[in-house]
């Protein structure tokens, strides 16, 4: 063979070699596209990793759909192929995702506790009060492919379920379940073509209570068990799992802190980082191929366990009850977070829907939807359906720019509402960079415009704001100057807009608001109006925000020095020695306000007097006294005696 011919082979196979290393590659990276921009979410928080985020558009307004009415609110939803699917009570709904319409519905043996897809099956776990049932349904008619008890193919287990999701991978599914009479719990894991038991790994005296969450060859689960002292006290013990897919083995495990088991806890893989509770205060990012930590974060001020966990943006989102925490992945610092009570709401147990760069969340009071900035947190719009507590809304889903999330409505009924920009239109934010300000100083309101088709700013739109008319300039803002001379809040809305013939709009988040105040300072005294010169006196005020009467929080400056504030009493005193005589003069002469930066201030007590006199000289007098005294005893004596020498 000749050298050439050699040399052509050689380049050949080097050539074919590159081309499969690149095929390898493409596809390895295809795969994880897919996994990110997939048109479907198929499980509870969008995937096995448990992230909550997909790369796939959410609303960028709350414009409603469509909203389907049923018995009770759904645990969550799914989508997989124009289709969303949700359990009801005992009852499984498929329903169309563009119109809304009642596509099918099943009735399932018992409760729907847990929703997966894959390839056109749906896979339902049901929960029954004697024994654990996996179903498996085509999506598109609803027709029962099979079902399983998996303690008809385990000898004398009786398997109970557990509420929590189930996940689908790489032809297997994986759910939790307990023993009845035995005190421990099993990751089971089946083939997702027949249902058949692979494997179950169980966990001494615990039971499971998270969703499993995959990454490649590896299930991780929390176990919780529980330990009774006596008839009234109890200790929890717990701890993460690390389980080998495809055998069952156990690869490792570390020791949690987590209370007796109440509720479910969440788990999320990203990086090769799981993260984890590590008790009802703490998170933990541990290492998936070993279980050693990485960081630890403590959740400030803890009002609740945690409720779910996604990823995004290289941050962890930490729900609970009443805040949001966002977590830098890489080494657990806090980032940026919502305090739901200085909100004014509360989540519900919090659950973090990320698409691209905002974040969705639900809330229980007022029942509703919220949609922030994922990167700083910065509210665009929310969408309120009751004013009032009706209970925990649930976690949803999001596909191709709509958001389906379940919410109770002011008829107190239960509906999965449907969110997508529909048309085009003109989103409107408004923003006031101080709510509460000093009468009398100018505030500048500004409104910013964009088109909802693709968030691109209106330039020369009409903007009716109060019904007054203002034109965007080429960024889509506009604003304008307001003073007030009188203490006051002034509110401005949209109105109407008109854009290039555009009329539809939405107003973004709340409503622009401006509070004119000032602090009033409405009582005054002093413990004695009268002192001797030189004796100490306490000279007192009271002091609130004049808008609404709500208390002062700052300094009360009097004749220029700081007085001292007592709970008690609700009011400033301060403390004069009296040097010299005359009436002396008390009143606030400055401010310094704490909460909102005012300095206007109200007098509606006059100042307060106090008259130093000289001291009557008491002592003077006794002495005065003492002194006739003893001499008219002494001349009483000499007296008496010159009165005996003459006798």
């Not at 779910?308 to 962890?316: E, K, L, P």
Request: hydrophobic share 40%; with cysteine; glycine share 8%.
């Amino acid at each position: 063979m000749s050298k050439g011919i050699v040399k052509a082979v050689l380049v050949f196979l080097l050539l074919n070699m590159l081309a499969v290393a690149f095929y390898v590659s493409a596809k390895g990276m295809n795969a994880y596209a897919q996994m990110e921009t997939s048109d479907g979410w198929t499980m509870f928080q969008f995937n096995a990793a448990c992230s909550g985020y997909t790369e796939n558009e959410g609303p960028h307004t709350p414009n409603v759909l469509w909203k389907y009415k049923v018995s009770m609110n759904p645990r969550y939803s799914i989508v997989a192929n124009g289709k969303v699917f949700f359990g009801s009570g005992m009852v499984l709904y498929c329903v169309d995702a563009y119109g809304g319409g009642l596509l099918w519905k099943r009735e399932v043996y018992d409760w729907v506790y847990s929703i997966a897809e894959d390839e056109g099956k749906l896979f339902v776990g049901a929960i029954n009060s004697t024994y654990l049932l996996l179903c498996c349904f085509d999506e598109v008619n609803g027709e029962l492919l099979w079902f399983r008890n998996p303690s008809e193919m385990d000898g004398d287990k009786i398997y109970e379920a557990t509420p929590t999701g189930i996940t689908l991978t790489d032809g297997k599914i994986y759910l939790n379940a307990h023993v009845k009479n035995e005190s421990r719990g099993y990751l089971l894991c089946l083939n997702e073509s027949d249902g058949v038991l692979l494997w179950n790994f169980p966990l001494t005296d615990e039971s499971p209570h998270s969703s499993p969450a995959v990454e490649e060859d590896r299930v991780f689960i929390i176990g919780q068990g529980e330990e009774w002292i006596n008839e009234t006290f109890s200790v929890g013990h717990s701890h993460l799992y690390c389980v080998n897919a495809t055998t069952g083995g156990l690869v490792w495990k570390i020791t949690l802190n987590l209370a007796p088991p109440m509720y479910e806890n969440p788990l999320s893989i990203a990086h090769g980082k799981v993260i984890a509770p590590f008790s009802d205060t703490k998170i933990v990012c541990v290492n998936v191929a070993n279980g050693e930590m990485i960081w630890e974060y403590d959740i400030p001020n803890y009002n609740s366990p945690v409720s779910c966990f996604a990823v995004a943006h290289d941050n962890v989102f930490v729900g609970s009850y009443r805040r949001l925490d966002v977590v830098n992945e890489i080494n657990g610092e806090f980032v940026w977070g919502i305090n739901g009570t200085e909100a004014g709401f509360e989540f519900g147990w919090a659950v973090s829907l990320i698409a691209k760069d905002r974040l969705y969340l639900s809330t229980d009071y007022p029942q509703g939807v919220w949609c922030f900035n994922a990167t700083t947190g910065e509210r665009l719009w929310n969408y309120l359906t009751a004013t009032k507590i009706i209970g925990t809304a649930g976690s949803g889903s999001i596909v191709e720019g709509e958001l389906f999330i379940p919410l109770f409505d002011d008829d107190d009924s239960s509906y999965l509402f449907c969110f997508k920009d529909q048309g085009e239109g003109v989103a409107v934010w408004p923003f006031v960079i101080n709510g509460r300000c000093d009468v009398g100083t100018a505030q500048t309101i500004y409104f910013r415009a964009i088109w909802t088709c693709n968030g691109s700013a209106v330039r020369d739109g009409i903007i009716f704001i109060n019904g007054a008319e203002y034109v965007t300039n080429s960024s889509g803002w506009i604003s304008f100057n307001f003073t007030s001379s009188s203490v006051t809040a002034v509110s401005w809305v949209v109105t109407a807009v008109n854009c290039s013939g555009v009329t539809r709009y939405f107003q973004m988040g709340p409503v622009a608001r401006v509070i004119w105040d000032r602090i009033i300072i409405f009582d005054g005294g002093v413990d004695s109006p009268v002192v001797d010169v030189g004796k100490w006196v306490t000279v007192w005020f009271k002091a609130a925000y004049e808008y609404n009467n709500e208390s002062f929080y700052g300094l009360l400056f009097v004749n220029g020095s700081a007085a001292l504030y007592f709970d008690t009493s609700n009011r400033w005193e301060y403390e004069y020695k009296t040097e010299t005589l005359g009436t002396v003069m008390f009143e606030v002469t400055g401010v310094s306000d704490r909460k909102y930066g005012l300095k206007t201030v109200n007098h509606v007590v006059p100042a307060q007097t106090v008259t130093v006199k000289t001291p009557f000289p008491w002592r003077f007098v006794a002495v005065a006294v003492i002194v006739a005294g003893i001499t008219l005893v002494i001349v009483s004596f000499f007296l008496k005696r010159k009165k005996g020498f003459r006798r």
